[in-house]
């Protein structure tokens, strides 16, 4: 998903969609976060290190800026995306049906069911033929988080989108995220930027599409 620019009166009716323990259980904001625990980070986001974690920056081939964070992790992946959002609104709701519209364009289909987060999408994304495999289709959840002027999106696949087990692991990484919107001010739906992080072993690749 890319930035769009809009005003924010198209915002004004639109409930933030949260967890009622946000605040405390994450996807935490950096003044809601413990300072001195270790956190990655990654400029607009930060992220707690953990055993088995692998981050990946996915980058926009064009611009070369950093548009994505992906986590592989319990035999899942985790890509997120912080955007500026309205104060006192939310962006869920509306980029959630956005969503739903361009996979349904693409020939896939979606279901909207409660998750641990509240509304979640999940969708069966067809995937083309290739030398290497037959054209099929592929699960991915796409989860959001309206925080106090940002909007947190993250789209599982792997394990945690059909097993329990991995789906309660990738959810507590979702939730350990601190978003760091900074004093900028910034459009709705803006991507608030990412960076590489200071010593990094992670590996950059093109962002998926």
Sequence with gaps: MSDIETSGDGFADQPKSAPEDRATAGPLDE????????????????????????????????????????????????????????????????????????????????????????????????????????????????????????????VIAGEAAVQPEAAAKIEELFRSIVVVRGTTPMPPRDLIPLRMPAGATGTAGPAAR
């Design 31 to 154: 003044a809601e976060a413990n300072p001195v625990r270790p956190y990655v980070d990654l400029g607009g986001v930060k992220v707690l290190p953990r055993e088995g974690l692998h981050l990946r920056l996915e980058v926009e081939e064009g611009s070369k800026r950093i548009v994505a964070v992906g986590l592989d992790y319990a035999n899942s992946t985790l890509q997120v995306q912080p955007f500026a959002a309205p104060r006192s609104s939310g962006l869920w709701h509306e980029i959630r049906d956005q969503i739903a519209d361009q996979i349904a364009r693409q020939g896939g289909t979606t279901t909207v069911r409660e998750g641990a987060f509240g509304p979640e999408l999940l969708a069966q994304i067809p995937v083309a033929q290739t030398d290497a495999a037959p054209a099929h289709t592929r699960l991915a959840r796409f989860i959001g988080v309206d925080g106090p002027r940002w909007f947190l999106r993250g």
